[in-house]
């Protein structure tokens, strides 16, 4: 099983508003950079998606260790999920889970890769978490530059 690292972040300029995501794979010390963006969504939104679509990529079961600056993204995936799977999709406090579908599919993704969930302290000077902020909002440039948002 190959062993990867994946650092991921998420950025929303308003919360809802514009929104991107950023993420490294580095495979073998070598990285491979994603961004993306979306026109009307939350900051949480993107950093489940930041995460989703780097594992994505990953063709088959790997060894992964996955950081973001996002205490929603590593306690959903560590703390909370078991629970919500088990009580239906519901939380503590008998709501329905946000982004059901996202957490969905990263349980999926948690189910193919064996996955340590780390997480970092955001705009501190970790040099990956510190990049993927920086693709994050140059997608939401891109896009807002594009459509005049």
């Not at 939104?45 to 780097?54: D, F, H, P, R, S």
């Not at 990529?57 to 996002?70: A, G, I, W």
């Not at 064996?114 to 955001?122: H, Q, S």
Request: aromatic share 6%; net charge positive.
């Amino acid at each position: 099983m190959q062993k990867i690292k994946i650092f991921t972040d998420g950025a929303c300029r308003g919360n809802p508003g514009p929104g991107g995501y950023g993420s490294i794979i580095r495979i073998q010390g070598k990285d491979k950079e994603l961004r993306g963006s979306a026109k009307n969504t939350t900051n949480n939104i993107m950093e489940l998606t930041a995460a989703v679509v780097a594992l994505k990529q990953l063709k088959e079961p790997s060894e992964v260790e996955l950081t973001s600056d996002s205490q929603y993204l590593v306690k959903g995936m560590t703390e909370w999920i078991k629970g919500w799977i088990r009580k239906g999709w519901v939380t503590a406090s008998k709501q329905p889970v946000k982004n059901k579908d996202i957490w969905i599919e990263l349980n999926q993704l948690n189910n193919t890769h064996k996955i340590t969930w780390l997480w970092v302290r955001g705009h501190t000077g970790h040099a990956e978490n510190e990049r993927c902020d920086q693709l994050a909002n140059m997608a939401i440039d891109e896009m807002t530059t594009r459509r005049g948002v």
